[in-house]
């Protein structure tokens, strides 16, 4: 991979407390914001973004006299492609930097690229689910796929990638580490995934939250990695911690990162709320429960799988506290049916 400018260079914008911010366009799905603490050794990163994103880092370091080189300490969030695909080869430009994570996520991963393709059979799977129309669902597929291969071909442009991801430091729960002059500390908050960490700077009260909250909605992806349950676990847990600025990693900064945190658990309850109403007006898939739910405009953007994701986490709760009962059809496809004692 040759590392050049893009067209457009983002911006490395100072946003307070010390921290830059520079926001990755991608693919798929809403740009990646990068947060960047300058230390006393180098450049400290919470996540680098999608593999093809390297360049548009590179040269967003550079409009501050900066490169990948002086990168020395990056923080993984969580394994999504999304955040820590740039790793498989960002060593070969950043020799120095070493990568943090979770204990569990370096064995629970191992070949990212085997890992993703088990994550790609997950999200199909999902469709096959929500979809009977079988038109419509080659259409989704074939459109997923070709996603799936434009990250498999960028990562065989390069010879100097690693399959294997390596973490060089492994990171527990309320762990402490002072990177660069800078102490931080690590909530191990699963729910949108399971290796999922929230970076923590004490001294600031500055929570970075990864995708556990963007805006006031929340990305469970119940198939392969997210739990529901633990969601709303981990969201008690953030609402005891003394949280002045919660920052995303997609979109905006949380503006109140308490109230928010409620408003997303009132907005779970709502949806559940929702899906029991509806199927009280009759039985439906997991696609027309999505649509009712969200929207149909989440068919417009990257947002598909994470909004069938989340709908279908409420169901699998639902089903398990015996108000639903799926009828499995040909192919995967499922339809939910309210059982006439909740009616």
Known sequence: MIITHPKRIPPMEEIGDDIFKIILPQ??????????YHGDDGLILIDSGYIESI????ASLRTRGYSLKDIRHVIYTHNHLDHISSALVLK??????????????QSGVGNYLESMHLFEEATEDLFRTAYGDPLELE?????????WNTFY???KETKKGDPNL???????HNDSLELGGRKFRFIHTPGHNLYHITPVCPKSGVYFSGDLIIANLTAIYSQLDGSLSDYHFTLSKLLEEPIRRLLPAHGHEIEDPKKTIL????????????????????????????????????????HLPTALGLIYSIVQKLVLEGWIRIESRENGYEIFHLLDSRK
Do not use: C, W
């Open 27 to 36: 693919p798929f799905y809403a740009p990646n914001n990068i947060y960047i």
């Open 55 to 58: 360049p548009m880092l590179q």
């Open 92 to 105: 070969a430009y950043a020799p120095k930097a070493i990568f943090y994570g979770y204990r569990a996520m």
């Open 139 to 147: 259409k989704i597929l074939n459109a997923s796929r070709n996603g």
């Open 153 to 155: 071909s960028k990562f």
């Open 166 to 172: 390596k973490i060089d430091v492994t990171i527990d």
């Open 263 to 302: 408003l997303v658990k009132k907005t779970l309850s709502i949806l559940e709320k929702g899906v029991i109403r509806r199927l009280r007006e009759g039985s439906s898939d997991l696609l027309h429960l999505m649509e009712a739910a969200i929207g149909k405009k989440v068919h417009n953007g990257g």
